[in-house]
């Protein structure tokens, strides 16, 4: 019998930030892949097992919080495929993980220009650009995985704002 093959899940989720341009926060998305649970809500843990931090081929393990349904915490193993400091962006994959995700590919922009009103120069903000690609997941719905990347994204930025808000201080 032959089965019939679903079209993959690929959507992508934004977020705009007003408060620091571009180049700043690809500074936090590009050169810290081994340390997303800084910026992250959810991730328990995260660090390197291979390669040097930021650099294609690098690969970090991340796990996650326990849920509060009581499934218990997940973990990922990732490996970044792709860095672009011109246009602010990179591409990761999932290589393995605990709750079976197949074929997951993810790209980060970093978009300069669209986050105020400073007419697209660049220093009115930027917008973060998560696109995501995977195979269909079993039991899943692509429309529960989206809300989360929204919410996960949203509590990102909120984080950064924080880590920068720190950063303007501590000079």
């Known amino acids: 019998?032959?089965?019939?093959?679903?079209?993959?899940?690929e959507y992508k989720v934004s977020a705009r930030l007003t408060y620091a341009p571009a180049d700043q926060i690809w500074s936090l998305v590009a050169k810290d892949f081994f340390n997303l649970h800084k910026y992250y809500p959810g991730i328990a843990t995260c660090y390197g097992v291979h390669g040097t931090n930021g650099e294609p081929g690098c690969v970090r393990y991340c796990t996650t919080f326990e849920t509060a349904t009581g499934s218990g915490a997940m973990w990922f193993k990732e490996r970044l495929i792709a860095a672009n400091p011109i246009d602010r962006s990179l591409t990761y994959e999932i290589l393995d993980c605990s709750i079976g995700l197949k074929s997951y590919v993810a790209s980060i922009k970093v978009v300069p220009g669209r986050g105020g009103d400073s007419g697209g120069d660049g220093d009115g903000g930027c917008v973060i650009e998560w696109s995501i690609s995977l195979d269909p997941v079993e039991g899943g719905r692509m429309e529960d995985m989206m809300k989360s990347y929204e919410d996960g994204l949203k509590g990102m930025v909120k984080k950064m704002k924080d880590a920068l808000g720190s950063q303007e201080q501590a000079e």
């Open 1 to 9: 019998m032959e089965q019939k093959s679903q079209p993959r899940w």
